[in-house]
Every structure is written in C-alpha cells, then in structure tokens.
C-alpha cells in the first residue's frame, strides 16, 4: 500500500528522513531499497547506519554482500542484493535467520523479494536532476509509525 511521497532537493533532507527513520526502527524492521544504479540507495543507508553509530565508515556491501553494525537498539545488516543471481543464495547466506532480531537495509531488495516478509517497508528511490523522490509503500502497521513521526509539519518542511 502506497503511505507517502517525499521529493527531496538536497542530501541534507536525504538524509534527515534517513535519520527520522532509524530513530523510528526497531528490530525486525526491514527496509526494502529499489531504484536505478546512482539513485542514493546507499547514501541513504550511510545516513541510517551513521544516525546510529557516529563516526564510522560506511561503504557500499555490494562484494561482500553484507556488513553487520552493532547498533544499541538491534544488530543492523546493511545487504546488496546486487550480485545475487539466484535468489536461494540468500537461504545459503543464512541471514533470513536474523530478520526478527536486527534491522536490515536490502538494496537491490527486487533480487530477493520473495524473501522478504510482507511486514517490510519498502523505500523506491528515483533521481532526476539533482532531485530525488523516496516513495513508502507498507502495510497498516508502518502508515500508522510514519504518520505518528513524520507530522504534517516535517512533511511540509521538507518537501
């Protein structure tokens, strides 16, 4: 179900939603992250990692697949799907495991959808000229966690 539409100017307001969103996550969430290859899937998972544990690098899991961050509320795995080119490779990775204790970031998330729970929230992420639109589509239960977070006035400002 479609929840809201941010279209954003700037890195800066990238990255405050980023923010707002790990100060609402908790464990068992799973962010879901599609869009074109440059859209920002990975700065904006930088900017969530980097909202809970300050001052570390962040680089993209596209080799390595996933990183782990030990954050204080929950564990966070940071995964790119990208190379994935069969999906039962994540069953083998033995992630899917975790889902329920830690906080996942999935980039490329379309390689493994049919893994994913339908609990996820999944963030499409579009970049055309220097403007970047971040659409949420989830279930009741993430319309009612962002309407409490993200007011109208956080909605307004930075839009």
Same mark, same amino acid.
């Given at each position: ?5 941010? *279209?954003? &100017? ?6 405050? !939603? ?5 100060? !609402?996550?908790?464990?068992? *969430? ?17 900017? =969530? ?5 300050? $001052? ?12 782990? @961050? ?6 966070? @795995?940071?995964? *790119? ?16 495991? @975790?889902?329920?204790? %830690?906080? =996942? ?5 379309? &390689?493994?959808?049919? @893994? !994913?729970?339908?609990?996820? +929230?999944?963030?499409?992420? *579009?970049? &055309?000229?220097?403007?970047?639109? +971040? ?8 319309? %009612?966690? !962002?309407? &409490? ?8 400002? $930075?839009?």
């Amino acid at each position: 179900m479609y929840i809201v539409k941010f *279209d954003l &100017k700037t890195k800066i307001k990238t990255k405050t !939603l980023a923010c707002c969103l790990y100060q !609402l996550s908790k464990a068992g *969430d799973i962010f879901a992250l599609y869009g074109d290859i440059g859209s920002g899937k990975t700065t904006f998972a930088r900017y =969530f990692i980097n909202e809970a544990i300050k $001052n570390i690098q962040v680089p993209s899991p596209s080799y390595n697949l996933y990183f782990k @961050y030990e954050a204080k509320k929950a564990p966070i @795995y940071h995964l *790119d799907a990208w190379r994935i080119e069969n999906s039962l490779e994540i069953l083998n990775l033995g992630i899917i495991d @975790y889902f329920k204790e %830690s906080i =996942f970031l999935v980039e490329w998330a379309d &390689k493994i959808e049919k @893994y !994913l729970p339908d609990t996820k +929230l999944t963030i499409k992420i *579009d970049y &055309k000229m220097n403007e970047r639109t +971040l659409e949420f589509y989830g279930n009741e239960n993430w319309k %009612s966690r !962002l309407k &409490k977070s993200f007011n109208r006035d956080f909605i307004e400002k $930075n839009n």
